[in-house]
């Protein structure tokens, strides 16, 4: 667990590929209860400590996770999120080169339980919810293309499905049109940067996290 930012409101972490952000139906470990027992060492706390989280990662994707240290700081930091007040610029590394070398990608997408995936559909379909993200090449690896994404919206798999949607699926995530799987389950997909106005400080706040320790990454 690698924390790069620590406060009495707020923790943020570089979360490693494979890191289970929450509990589920798999009964893993996950980063919560880890940070939970964190904080209950460290204040020597004799109950359960609490911890809100703030964002959401897959499980296979690497990089920045927010936590609240109290129900002050989350309910805060929520409202950053649903007025679109946190900025999330994330890496990935495509196995195709988009067409444009930047542009704004706007889809509609419905998600399939079932599946646990997400899919592009028309307009028109009422449970449909709209996707927008704004992306541009910034590097030709050998095999691959990076691309920096920034997000206006953060809806269930959305940089995974509207980049497949373009022909351009993420290394490794098979789920969505990659040719093939990564030696260790993840996709190359990193949440790099985030800022924001620190809820209770008011401070502007930039932190980055550099992506996974891995020959794909090394930019």
Same mark, same amino acid.
């Given at each position: 667990? $690698?924390? /790069?930012? =620590?406060? $009495?409101?707020?923790? /943020? /972490?570089?979360?490693?590929p494979g890191d289970l952000s929450q509990s589920d139906k798999t009964n893993d470990i996950s980063l919560v209860d880890e940070l939970k027992n964190y904080l209950k *060492?460290?204040?020597?706390?004799?109950?359960n400590a609490y911890l809100g989280l703030v964002n959401r990662l897959d499980r296979p994707t690497?990089?920045?996770?927010?936590?609240?240290?109290?129900s002050k700081s989350l309910s805060r930091m929520? =409202?950053?999120? &649903?007025?679109r007040k946190i900025k999330k610029t994330y890496y990935a590394i495509t196995e195709k080169k988009p067409k444009k070398v930047s542009d704004k990608l706007t889809n509609f997408l419905k998600k399939?339980?079932? &599946? $646990? &995936?997400?899919? *592009? *559909?028309? =307009?028109?379909?009422? &449970?449909?919810?709209?996707? *927008?993200l704004n992306y541009k090449i910034i590097k030709k690896l050998e095999n691959?293309?990076?691309l920096e994404i920034i997000l206006e919206?953060?809806?269930?798999?959305?940089?995974?499905c509207q980049l497949s949607h373009i022909g351009c699926p993420i290394k490794g995530d098979v789920k969505y049109g990659a040719k093939r799987p990564n030696k260790d389950r993840s996709i190359c997909l990193h949440s790099n940067k985030i800022e924001f106005i620190h809820p209770v400080t008011k401070k502007e706040l930039t932190i980055t996290a550099?992506?996974?320790?891995? $020959?794909?990454?090394l930019l």
């Open positions: 667990m $690698n924390i /790069i930012y =620590e406060d $009495n409101h707020l923790i /943020i /972490i570089n979360k490693a *060492v460290k204040y020597n706390k004799q109950g690497s990089g920045l996770l927010i936590f609240s240290k109290t929520n =409202e950053l999120q &649903k007025k399939n339980q079932t &599946k $646990n &995936k997400s899919f *592009v *559909v028309d =307009e028109s379909d009422i &449970k449909s919810k709209k996707a *927008v691959y293309f990076l919206t953060g809806r269930h798999h959305q940089i995974r550099q992506p996974p320790n891995s $020959n794909i990454w």
